[in-house]
């Protein structure tokens, strides 16, 4: 609260857990903007929306939700999990049509950075003074029109798929991978609408989790139809677990990692196990990509390719609040609490996942949070209830 009115909060990001501020906004009774940088909600979950989740409906739609959903709108009542797409058009966007978010909705407005007015980073530490200054936004929309907006509360829900991690070995990028630009695929392709693209053509994948997992099955099933579909297939381990879960409850991930096995295994004439490779360098060869890969060794080999997908995963957008005073965990990238009492947990599955608590969700910069899957870092235990249980405690510290 500030001098005895509401504090306006700033959302980042209008996906799942940006949404659910945006409710717990409306139920407590404080102004927000919710800002998306896709031209409509949760441009993030759309861009794999044809892609299947592993959890049913009732792990994907929160109580929040249900109690905002307009009436005669309701998720399937089944089991099977949604796509990404189901959950955007039953759930999402008639959220974000309703006349209470559509008042704080601001869609393909980005958030480019976030500040404290008047002060910089290494101002003020410690002092508890931070919280007097206001939030001040950068905002550009569509047509690179740039503005400053202010709050007192800012909730970044952002996310990680902006952000997408590089080809290269280590973390980096590969030597060529900036001048390849756009022949190099980030995300799952919808094969359903893109058949051309990879049908009948080989394939560089590079990438063991299951986003990769999920690539390779596609493919595999689009070379039968499409002759002359190959997929090489590099991952980092020489013995790659594929993320199996010993009597997995979640049956489409447990059928993901038998389908990932057998494709390893040499189960599809269209799909090449190159385990225990890395990517050294790429360019640009006759029209095609000469990547060159590199085994444990240090030996290499070079192969030429029609395309390169690189699902190597992604990490929050940082670059967010440099100017911030937010504790980042060394290895994770995720707010420092909350990754120690993640790394301190040893969950190594997101359904053991449970709520950390209030205290593990502030930074010292007071009045910013980062919530939903960006708050984890690189941990990948995270779950879609445990960010609407965020969101519940940030605003119970928010109203106390």
Not at 206 to 213: C, P, Y
Not at 216 to 232: I, Y
Request: hydrophobic share 40%; aromatic share 4%.
């Amino acid at each position: 609260m500030t001098d005895g009115r509401a504090a306006r909060v700033a959302i980042l990001g209008a996906g799942p857990i940006g949404m659910e501020a945006a409710l717990a906004c409306i139920e407590a009774g404080f102004p927000f903007t919710l800002y998306e940088a896709a031209d409509d909600v949760a441009g993030n979950l759309r861009s794999w929306g044809h892609v299947r989740l592993f959890t049913p409906w009732s792990m994907n739609v929160s109580e929040r939700m249900l109690r905002h959903l307009p009436d005669g709108v309701v998720p399937l009542d089944r089991d099977e999990p949604p796509t990404g797409h189901e959950l955007v058009e039953r759930v999402l966007g008639p959220l974000a049509r309703t006349s209470e978010v559509q008042e704080g909705l601001r869609t393909g407005v980005r958030v480019e950075a976030v500040s404290r007015e008047g002060l910089l980073k290494h101002h003020e530490i410690g002092t508890g003074r931070r919280g007097e200054h206001a939030f001040r936004l950068l905002l550009r929309d569509s047509g690179d029109r740039e503005w400053v907006e202010r709050a007192e509360v800012v909730l970044d829900c952002t996310g990680t798929h902006d952000r997408p991690n590089p080809l290269g070995d280590g973390g980096i990028p590969a030597p060529g991978e900036a001048a390849l630009g756009s022949r190099i695929t980030r995300t799952i392709p919808d094969l359903e609408r893109t058949r051309e693209v990879w049908g009948g053509r080989t394939t560089l994948l590079v990438g063991a989790g299951h986003s990769a997992q999920t690539a390779a099955r596609d493919l595999a099933s689009l070379g039968e139809a499409a002759p002359g579909t190959h997929v090489l297939w590099a991952v980092r381990n020489e013995v790659p677990d594929w993320g199996a879960v010993p009597d997995d409850p979640l049956p489409t991930r447990a059928e993901l990692a038998r389908v990932a096995r057998e494709l390893a295994d040499g189960g599809s004439p269209a799909v090449e196990l190159l385990a225990g490779r890395v990517v050294d360098r790429v360019e640009e060869a006759n029209g095609g990509i000469r990547a060159v890969l590199r085994g444990a060794g240090g030996s290499t080999e070079s192969v030429t390719v029609d395309q390169v997908l690189s699902l190597t995963g992604s990490v929050g957008d940082d670059r967010l609040y440099r100017q911030l005073q937010v504790h980042e965990c060394y290895a994770t990238s995720g707010p420092m609490k909350l990754a120690a009492a993640l790394l301190g947990s040893g969950g190594a599955d997101c359904l053991d996942s449970v709520r950390q608590g209030p205290e593990m969700l502030q930074n010292p910069e007071p009045g910013f949070f980062v919530l939903g899957v960006k708050s984890y870092g690189r941990n990948n235990t995270f779950l879609l209830r445990v960010g609407w249980e965020q969101v519940t405690e940030v605003f119970g510290m928010l109203e106390a």
